[in-house]
């Protein structure tokens, strides 16, 4: 019996030990694809990408759209597995029922949770992962937990005593320590719903709100922006771009923003946001101002930006395999080669510490 093959034997009772090669945590899986296709670049760094298992923050202020993106990512999930169950912890209360229907959530594999601190989140989805076998198509939403209280400050309210809660943090931390191994090796998603506040700097910034507990577990996390979206001859209102700004992910370059797009009377668009991606990869050009060609079509005509978001432009290219290769190579992380260097290692860099000895560079 070879070395690895004994301290395979020798393991934990119950562990999953395997060789790496052979491992099930470590596969080329992309992820369920959303309908949206900017959505799945975000989530993945691919067209034909989304979501995978783990933590995923969604986080940004009031009204921009963070429910009905988490529910797009709950919504291709289950209709992905057919059998498979949604738990709903509801904090705040802001999820309309109707809000379910729209993104094509199936109500009856939905179960709802309602919570009102982090000790009670705790200890219920503690329960539940364990109840949870391997086969189980689960996903999770929270909705929010930037917002939730901790136990203590819960009491204290009620026992009229105003001090400072200096323990929600670390109950926070705690959550995500508990439940984010259990998440991977069960293959369960779990959205969270977060808020941003602005730092104090010069040139403030949006900051997820949590601690660390929630920076550290996310497998990626996306800040939403937003711009208005006028009609250019009457400056009707019509809608909105919500940005998707990649504030940190372990599968595409970190800053990276694409764009979701909606619109009041058509909804939202599956291929928002692609024309500017495409345009980057060269599967679009711009033949004169405010026009749009496709190269690679054989006498393509030229479109206007509104024209071009239907089926018809988009089906030539989403079928080429050299635009999702493109897409990749602008978004996706670098995965090899001696000369690339991770994300990690030029903030830390950046900050003046080498990342190897934890000392202050000159």
Request: glycine share 8%.
């Amino acid at each position: 019996m070879s070395l690895a093959d004994r301290l395979l034997k020798a393991g934990a009772k119950g562990n999953s030990a395997s060789m790496l090669k052979k491992s099930r945590f470590f596969n080329d899986d992309i992820g369920i694809p959303t309908s949206v296709y900017s959505l799945n670049i975000a989530l993945s760094g691919s067209i034909h990408g989304g979501i995978l298992p783990g933590v995923g923050v969604i986080a940004g202020p009031s009204k921009h759209f963070k429910s009905n993106l988490s529910l797009e990512i709950v919504a291709a999930f289950m209709n992905h597995h057919k059998d498979a169950i949604c738990i709903f912890y509801d904090s705040e209360f802001g999820t309309k029922k109707g809000y379910f229907e729209k993104s094509g959530v199936d109500e009856d594999r939905v179960i709802h949770v309602p919570i009102t601190d982090i000790e009670e989140m705790t200890f219920d989805i503690s329960k539940k992962l364990k109840e949870i076998e391997e086969d189980d198509k689960v996903i999770i939403l929270i909705d929010s937990v930037g917002n939730l209280a901790s136990k203590k400050e819960v009491d204290d309210a009620e026992d009229e005593k105003s001090v400072a809660d200096m323990t929600r943090a670390k109950k926070l931390k705690g959550f995500f320590r508990i439940v984010t191994p259990k998440l991977h090796m069960k293959f369960i998603p779990m959205i969270c719903i977060a808020h941003t506040y602005q730092t104090l700097e010069l040139h403030s910034k949006a900051v997820i709100s949590g601690g660390t507990g929630i920076a550290y577990s996310a497998d990626f996390s996306i800040v939403v922006g937003r711009r208005q979206v006028k009609d250019e001859k009457t400056k009707e209102m019509l809608g909105y771009d919500f940005i998707l700004n990649s504030e940190k992910s372990r599968f595409i370059k970190e800053k990276s923003a694409l764009v979701y797009a909606a619109t009041y009377t058509d909804g939202v668009d599956p291929y928002g946001g692609l024309l500017d991606v495409a345009l980057l990869t060269g599967h679009v050009t711009k033949p004169k101002q405010g026009w749009y060609s496709r190269p690679a079509v054989e006498e393509d005509k030229n479109w206007r930006r509104k024209e071009s978001s239907c089926d018809e432009f988009w089906k030539p290219i989403i079928d080429d395999p050299s635009f999702d290769k493109a897409v990749g190579e602008l978004y996706l992380l670098s995965s090899g080669g001696s000369k690339t260097v991770d994300s990690a290692l030029l903030e830390a860099i950046g900050e003046g510490v080498d990342p190897h000895t934890g000392e202050l560079v000159e």
